[in-house]
């Protein structure tokens, strides 16, 4: 699932030596960190590059992403839209969940994915070594990591040509923000999968990705849901937050702009809470009262002890790396969410693919992107990469760029769907029509994005999409449509050039 592999660094195999798994104690690689960087690090090494690897994880293999993040927020997000849909068509009116079944399904999902591909066994299957235990870099800068086992025995691990940091990102906890939050019970987005029950009264602080969704999935199990935030999903298009909120109201989910600054027991209960929200413009203050409160604050780099093993971290409180993610110490790189930088599991595989290429093979490739696509897997998906229309104007000046953008609403797939709510908005150079950047809002909206993605990273002029042939009724044919629309203009505006021609009778 995560490979990432790179044809032409097959050409060097032959030239590679074959190192086996468990060579004393000396590897060519050594890992720390079992998440999606690790993983595709050390199953480029051990197959592809044909090296020896170690990796070291202290806790569960496969990381965030499949025991608390994408895998089990996806299956949840699943079997909500599922029960939805069939309130929406009238085949129910009522709808009372099975939550033990619905864990019990998620945990399958978790387990048939890390049995797959990230489990020790699986990786012994790519000539990766697994060592449990806490790992340590020594501070005297040479190349050798100290990994204390659960049983308290430690071994000393040598990388022969260096070392990769995959040690990921945990749930930030605002204590220094919120009031009293120390003495209110909350799961965070890596607990809430152990909730015994569906939460009655459920208050979510946070509105990002994992907080949307969430709060969408649970309001749809039947959760009387209250979504906590300044705004939906600060970073993407403000277009997209509104259609969110309109799109989230429908639903029953209430929406409090503002930011959580109190917390405390409701008087009287062992099990209420009370958050007190003060509103984006500081002049009122709002009670929330729930009985689950969960935290979606976003996820801080795991970054104990590097300083003392002379790994600068930068702005973020990430470790800090170049273009080729090597970090302070020459024969150190880190890839991941460890650095700070957009916490995507495609992107953070990405990246320790090319540390571990960079490391391995000759010259080197980037391993930091200016542009990442991106996913949020609410109903309607909001999906995007590269620049906003509001970024692209600061840059180039609004007079130099073009925005092509359709509504779902007129895209006959999303009619025939009942799935009218959202757009599709392309950010064009004007000179050139080269892509600055996209943001889609709508069902399959993370596929659509990829299809962006592949013709930003070729350079493909957006109007030349139009000779690309889409099948019919698809959302991918609106982006044909959409470049149609600009490759006629440009086709109208040469008119009097194609009348010349044809005058000379070419």
Wanted: neutral net charge; proline residues 4%.
């Amino acid at each position: 699932m995560r490979n990432i592999l790179y044809s032409w660094s097959s050409l060097l195999i032959a030239i590679m030596s074959h190192h086996s798994v468990g060579e004393a104690l000396s590897y060519d690689v050594v890992i720390i960190g079992g998440g999606s960087a690790g993983i595709t690090a050390a199953k480029l090494i051990g197959t592809t590059l044909q090296k020896s690897v170690a990796l070291i994880e202290k806790e569960r293999m496969g990381g965030d992403c499949t025991w608390t993040g994408c895998i089990p927020s996806k299956s949840l997000l699943a079997v909500a839209k599922e029960i939805h849909a069939a309130r929406k068509w009238g085949f129910v009116t009522t709808t009372t969940v099975d939550w033990p079944a619905i864990r019990t399904q998620i945990q399958a999902n978790i387990q048939h994915i890390y049995d797959e591909d990230d489990s020790p066994e699986a990786m012994q299957r790519y000539g990766v070594e697994i060592i449990s235990g806490k790992a340590l870099l020594s501070p005297s800068g040479n190349k050798t990591v100290q990994v204390t086992k659960s049983d308290g025995s430690s071994v000393t691990l040598t990388a022969k040509k260096g070392i990769i940091l995959c040690t990921g990102a945990t749930a930030r906890i605002p204590t220094d923000h919120i009031v009293g939050l120390n003495e209110v019970p909350f799961v965070t987005t890596e607990s809430i999968w152990s909730l015994p029950t569906l939460p009655q009264r459920l208050t979510v602080v946070g509105g990002g990705p994992v907080g949307c969704e969430l709060a969408q999935a649970f309001a749809r199990l039947g959760s009387q849901v209250t979504l906590i935030a300044p705004t939906l999903l600060p970073t993407e298009d403000p277009q997209v937050s509104l259609t969110l909120q309109q799109v989230f109201e429908s639903e029953g989910i209430q929406i409090i702009q503002g930011r959580a600054v109190a917390a405390s027991m409701s008087s009287g209960s062992s099990s209420q809470h009370t958050i007190q929200v003060q509103t984006n413009d500081g002049s009122s203050t709002e009670s929330v009262v729930g009985d689950t409160l969960l935290l979606a604050l976003g996820r801080v780099p795991r970054v104990e002890g590097l300083e003392e093993a002379g790994i600068r971290l930068n702005a973020k409180g990430g470790i800090e790396v170049n273009k080729k993610l090597q970090t302070s110490v020459k024969h150190v790189y880190a890839a991941g969410d460890c650095t700070g930088d957009r916490q995507f599991t495609h992107y953070a595989g990405f990246q320790g693919a090319i540390a571990a290429r960079n490391i391995l093979l000759p010259l080197t490739d980037p391993g930091v992107l200016d542009h990442v696509p991106s996913t949020t897997f609410t109903s309607p998906e909001v999906a995007s990469i590269g620049m906003s229309e509001a970024q692209a104007t600061a840059t180039y000046g609004a007079d130099q760029i073009t925005i092509v953008q359709k509504e779902m609403k007129h895209v006959d797939r999303a009619i025939c769907e009942g799935a009218t709510d959202g757009f599709l908005k392309i950010v064009l150079r004007k000179k050139n029509q080269q892509i600055l950047g996209a943001t889609i809002v709508g069902p399959t909206a993370g596929e659509l994005i990829g299809e962006i993605a592949v013709a930003m990273a070729a350079k493909l002029p957006f109007d030349q999409l139009t000779t690309v042939m889409h099948p019919y009724p698809t959302f991918g044919l609106s982006l044909q449509l959409m470049a149609s629309e600009v490759y006629y203009a440009k086709l109208q505006k040469n008119l009097p050039l194609y009348g010349a021609l044809t005058k000379i009778g070419l």
